[in-house]
C-alpha cells in the first residue's frame, strides 16, 4: 500500500522515490508541524513588513523634523527597492542553488542588521546606503520564503497556507503604524527608536537557520533523497490539527502540464505567456500598492493633518488589511487563483478612485480601509499562485524573477508620486494607481488556474 494511503502518523516502508516523496507530502493532512513551519517563516515575514511599513511614518517624520524635501523622501523610499528588486532576482537563483532554509536566514541577518544601524545614522547619505542594504536582504527573502512555504504546504491547502503567510504581512504592517504612530510620533528621535527595533530579525535569524528543514522538493532535486526521506517522515509522524476523518479528502488532480515540467527556462515556450503576465501583474502591483502606501502618511500631512493624526489614520486603514487575507485565504481554494485574484484587483481599483475622491476625514479613512482590504487580499493571492507556476527546478527563480521586476515598478513609485501630485493632483495620482490595478487584472486572465495542480 503506498505510504501516502497509510493513517497519518505511520512511516512508509517503500523506497523514497522522488514521485513517492513529493506525492505523500501532498496528500499528508495539516499537522502541527506545518502549522510551526507557518508561524516561524510568518514571523519573519511580519518583521519583513513592518520594516517597510515603518519607512513611511519615518519620510514623515524626517519631511518634518529634518527638513529633506519630498523628492529626497522620494530616493530613500526608491533605493531601498532598487535593493529590494536586486536581492529578489538573485535571492532566488540562490535559494534554487543552496537551498532555500539557507538564503531566507541569510537575508534576515542583512536586513535585520543593516536596519539596526540605520537608526545610528547622522547623515542622510548613510541613511540612504543603508536603505538600499536594507532592501537586498528584503527582496532576497520575500519569493523565498513564499516558495518555501508552497512546497512544504499540502496540494489541497497549498494557497490557502501561502495566503495565510501573506497574511503575517499584514501583522508587521499594522506594528509598523503601532510604532509609527506611538514611537515615531512621540519626538524628534522617535524614528531612530523606530528603527532600532529592525534588529530583531537578526537575531531571529538564528532560531530560523537552526529550527526549519529543507524543503523536500529542493532535497529531491538535488538527489539528497535520503535527507528528503528523513524530513516527510517527521511529517508524518507529527500529529494532524484535525482528526484524520476530516483530513483524508479527496483529491482532484488536473492532467500534468508535462510542457512546464521538462522547461529548462521560465522563458521557454511552455512557460513563457505565464511569465510574462505574471511580470506584468507584479510590476502593476507594486506601483500602486507602493505609490499609495509608502506616501499616504506624508499626503495626509501635506493635506494640513499634523503627523499623530495622520500616523491615526493610517493605523486605521491598516487594520482592514487582515480581514482582507482572511476573506482571499478562503475564496483562494474555494473559487481558484485566478478568480479570487482578478476579483481583489478590481476592488483595489474601485478603491483606488474613491480614496482620489475622497475630501472628509471619515471619507479618507473609509476608502483607506477599502483599499487596504483589497490591496493585500490581491497580494495573498499573487504570491499563492506564483509558484504554482513553475516546476520545482525553476521556482525560485520565476517567483524571484517576477518580484525583481516588479520592484522596478516599487522603485519608481516613490519617485513619480511628488511629479504626479504637482502635476494631476491627488485624485489623478490615485486614478494612475487604479488604471495599474485594472491592468493587472487583465493579465491575470492569462494565467493557467493552478488550484488543486
Known sequence: MPSHNLPPGTLASTPASTDDLNDRLDQLPVTRRHARLLGVTGIGWALDAMDIGLISFVMAALIAHWHISSGQASLLASLGFLGMALGATFGGKLSDKYGRRHIFAITLLVYGVATGLSALALTFTTLLVLR?????????????????????????????????????????????????????????????????????????????????????????????????????????????????????????????????????????PALKRRTGALWVI????????????????????????????????????????????????????????????????????????AYGLAAEPWMIITAGCFLSFFNLGAWGALYAVGPELYPVQLRGAGTGAAAGFGRLASIAAPLIVPVLVGLVGVTGLFAVFAAAFCTAAAATLFLPETKAR
Not at 499616504?296 to 500631512?301: A, G, Q
Not at 488589511?321 to 485574484?341: K, M, N
Open 282 to 353: 507584479w510590476f502593476c502591483v507594486n506601483l500602486a500598492y507602493y505609490g499609495a502606501f509608502i506616501w499616504i502618511p506624508s499626503l495626509l500631512v501635506a493635506a494640513g493633518f499634523d503627523l499623530v493624526k495622520s500616523f491615526t489614520f493610517t493605523l486605521i486603514m491598516t487594520l482592514a488589511q487582515l480581514p482582507g487575507y482572511a476573506v482571499s485565504a478562503w475564496l483562494i481554494e474555494a473559487w481558484g487563483r485566478r478568480a479570487t485574484l482578478v476579483t481583489f484587483l478590481a476592488g483595489s481599483a474601485l478603491s483606488a478612485v
Open 132 to 268: 538600499f542594504i536594507v532592501g537586498l536582504g528584503l527582496g532576497a527573502e520575500l519569493p523565498v520564503a513564499s516558495t518555501y512555504i508552497s512546497e512544504f504546504s499540502p496540494r489541497r491547502v497549498r494557497g490557502r497556507m501561502v495566503v495565510i503567510l501573506e497574511a503575517f504581512w499584514a501583522l508587521g504592517w499594522i506594528a509598523a503604524a503601532l510604532i509609527g504612530t506611538f514611537v515615531v510620533g512621540s519626538s524628534e528621535n522617535g524614528w531612530r527608536f523606530a528603527l532600532a527595533f529592525g534588529c530583531i530579525p537578526a537575531a531571529y535569524a538564528a532560531v530560523v537557520r537552526l529550527g526549519l528543514p529543507e524543503s523536500v522538493r529542493y532535497l529531491v532535486s538535488r538527489g539528497r533523497r535520503e535527507e528528503a526521506q528523513q524530513v516527510v517522515e517527521s511529517f508524518e509522524r507529527s500529529r494532524p490539527l484535525r482528526a484524520s476523518s476530516e483530513t483524508t479528502q479527496a483529491i482532484i488532480e488536473e492532467s500534468p502540464d508535462l510542457g512546464a515540467q521538462a522547461a529548462t527556462s521560465i522563458w521557454s
